[in-house]
Nanobody
Framework: QLQLVESGGSLVQPGGSLTLSCVASGPTLDYYAIGWFRQAPGQEREEVACINGNAVHSLFANSVKGRFTISRDNAKKTATLQMNSLKPEDTAVYYC????????????????????WGQGTEVTVSS
C-alpha cells in the first residue's frame, strides 16, 4: 500500500516561492504517476500538475503554467512541486496523489483516477 506525505506548506508573501515535497513509502514509485491538486476554502478541488512515471511527461493547469514546475526522484521516492511568483489565489491546501500507471504512460490530471492521496499541506499567500 502506497502512502504519501506532503510537506513544505507555509505562509508566503505574494511573489514569493515555496517548494512542496511529497514523500512516498511502500512499493516502488516507478509505476505511479504523481499529481498535485489543491483545494481552496469553499471551493472544489482542482488539478495543479502531474508528472508521469519516468518524468518525461508533465502537465500543468493554465493557472500555474510558467510559474510552477514538477519533478520526481524515483530512487528517493519523492516528488516536488516548485511554486514561484505565488499569488493570493494560490492559497489552498495542496495534495499529492499517485495513480497506478506504467513507467512510460503520460500522466493525466483527473483526480478520480488517482488511487492514493496524502493528507495535504497548507499554502497561504498573503501580505
Amino acid at each position: 500500500q502506497l502512502q504519501l506525505v506532503e510537506s513544505g506548506g507555509s505562509l508566503v508573501q505574494p511573489g514569493g516561492s515555496l517548494t512542496l515535497s511529497c514523500v512516498a513509502s511502500g512499493p516502488t514509485l516507478d509505476y505511479y504517476a504523481i499529481g498535485w491538486f489543491r483545494q481552496a476554502p469553499g471551493q472544489e478541488r482542482e488539478e495543479v500538475a502531474c508528472i508521469n512515471g519516468n518524468a518525461v511527461h508533465s502537465l500543468f493547469a493554465n493557472s500555474v503554467k510558467g510559474r510552477f514546475t514538477i519533478s520526481r526522484d524515483n530512487a528517493k521516492k519523492t516528488a516536488t512541486l516548485q511554486m514561484n511568483s505565488l499569488k493570493p489565489e494560490d492559497t489552498a491546501v495542496y495534495y499529492c496523489a499517485a495513480e497506478t500507471s506504467t513507467h512510460q504512460a503520460p500522466c493525466v490530471m483527473r483526480a478520480r483516477t488517482y488511487d492514493f492521496w496524502g493528507q495535504g499541506t497548507e499554502v497561504t499567500v498573503s501580505s
